[in-house]
Every structure is written in C-alpha cells, then in structure tokens.
C-alpha cells in the first residue's frame, strides 16, 4: 500500500539552528500538509500546499517556517531558527482530493 | 471556529469488553468527519470518513456512527492488538486549505 515516508525519524538540534524535515508524498498525490503535535497535546495544523503555493496556513506557521517542493516527489518543511517550543512531532500527509489525508510516520524533532 | 472534544480521555478494556468512544464537535458546515487510529510514535492512521447524519461504516471490530453534532466510535469485543489513541478530526465545507480540526483522542488500553 503506498505510504507517505518522512525523513529523519528523529532529529536533535540546538535552539537558533535551521532544520529541515523531509517529505516524500503519495506519488499521485495533489494537496499536501504539514501537521504537528506537541507531546500530550492535539494534532495541529501548519500548512496546506496545492499547485506550487501555500493555500493556506496557521497562526503557528510564521516567518520562521516555510515549505517548498523542490522537484516531483519531495515536500520539506524548513524551520528557520528554532526554539525549545519547536520540539514536536512533526506529520506530513497528502491527499489524492482535497479531502482524505495519508499520514505519515511522523519525525520528533527535539530542541535543546 | 470548529471544535472537537472527544472522551472518555482513556479508556481500559478487558479483552471482549465492548464500548465506545464520543466525538462531539461543533463546525460551520461538515464535509467530513474522520477517524484515524494512532500508535505510539507513530503518525495518524486512516479508519473512516462519515460524511452525513446517520451515517455508518464498519471495519474489522469497529463501528463509526454519526449525528449532527457527535460520532461515535463503538469497539466489539476488542482484542489487545486494538489497543491505540482513537482520534476524531473534521473537515468544514469552507475549511480553507482542506484543514482538518482534531480532537485530543481517547487513549484505550485493552489487556488480556
């Protein structure tokens, strides 16, 4: 069954430093999302991505995070400079419509 | 804004125990309510899609129902391998950027 697959598993990283977390959706796949939940807390969206641009984002998708799909099968979700309330699981999914998401296994990010 | 607020919080079975889980949730206008099951460390995993009042799907020993204001999530006679978060999340008509709106699960233990 396909999966979406995201990459590292888990990443370390000290306060101030950029972070990329990678994507690899669905291969037929249009819309695509990240998500995040902090330990003990809800799942929460970031950002949405259709047809090359944001469609739309959250309050905690500010200046510091962006999202780009580098060629046709990669989504990455860079955090510019990274806080200790940063440390999250973070979810890619895709969907095929523009409703129905496949998530993935997630990647721990851990800020010190 | 869209809310979703599921309980019990947790939830222990004996094996054979059948229950169920409550999702109430307050939308301007569904287009879906999902249920995905989540592992420990692991990302959200596709159950069911209800998409209208009376509504039902089944899988396995799982039953999804829905109302118009609350799904619930009926488990028969579970095994521990069904043991997992259960989460809730909708999808508005108008939720821009296909976002979903999750609930906090109901973490369910089932022992042998």
């Known amino acids: 069954e396909p999966e979406v697959t995201q990459t590292p598993s888990h990443q370390v990283t000290q306060m101030g430093q950029e972070v990329i977390l990678r994507c690899v959706p669905i291969s037929n796949h249009l819309y695509f999302y990240w998500y995040r939940q902090i330990l003990g807390q809800k799942v929460e969206f970031l950002v949405s991505f259709y047809n090359n641009e944001i469609s739309e984002k959250s309050e905690i998708f500010d200046d510091q995070f962006s999202v780009e799909r580098p060629d046709g099968s990669n989504f990455t979700l860079k955090i510019r400079s990274t806080k200790l309330e940063d440390s999250a699981m973070y979810f890619c999914a895709s969907g095929e419509t523009n409703y129905g998401y496949t998530f993935g296994s997630g990647t721990r990010l851990t800020v010190v | 804004e869209d809310q979703v607020t599921q309980s019990p919080e947790a939830l222990r079975l004996q094996e054979g125990e059948s229950s169920s889980l409550n999702c109430s949730y307050t939308v301007s206008g569904l287009r879906g309510l999902f249920w995905y099951r989540q592992d420990p460390g692991k990302g959200p995993e596709f159950l069911f899609t209800?998409?209208?009042a009376g509504e039902e799907k089944e899988k396995e020993r799982l039953k999804a129902t829905l109302t118009k204001k609350e799904s619930f999530l009926h488990i028969t006679a579970p095994k521990p391998e069904d043991s997992a978060t259960y989460l809730c999340a909708v999808q508005a008509l108008r939720a821009a950027g296909n976002k979903l709106t999750f609930g906090g699960g109901t973490r369910v233990l089932v022992k042998p």
């Open positions: 209800l998409y209208s």
